[in-house]
Nanobody, 115 residues
């Protein structure tokens, strides 16, 4: 059974930081591309960042310079370090594992940026 479990969300003040984790089981983690996505209330789900099996990264323009995606293939875990958080970063954050055929999603973790 494939499981992607996000953690690390919460309430943080503007300018603060959070670190999200996505623990993966049931697949060969090291062979999958991974990504973080987010969905704010009333909006479409959007890409935040992706990382390839060899750790090449890509970011949405809105988070470049503030967020860092990484992975630890020995722990089957992906991370998203989020710094300088803004109210507009408020959303449910989802992790995704994907290859040419097939994808898996986590259940999401809420991030709220508010004073």
């Amino acid at each position: 059974q494939v499981q992607l479990v996000e953690s690390g969300g919460g309430l943080v003040q503007p300018g603060g930081s959070l670190r999200l984790s996505c623990a993966v089981s049931g697949i060969t983690f090291s062979s999958y591309h991974m990504g973080w996505y987010r969905q704010a209330p009333g909006k479409e789900r959007e890409l935040v960042a992706t990382i390839t099996p060899t750790s090449t990264t890509k970011y949405a323009d809105s988070v470049k310079g503030r967020f860092t995606i990484s992975r630890d293939n020995t722990r089957n875990t992906m991370y998203l370090q989020m710094n300088s958080l803004k109210p507009e970063d408020t959303a449910v954050y989802y992790c995704r594992a994907y290859r040419l055929f097939g994808e898996y999603w986590g259940q999401g973790t809420q991030v709220t940026v508010s004073s």
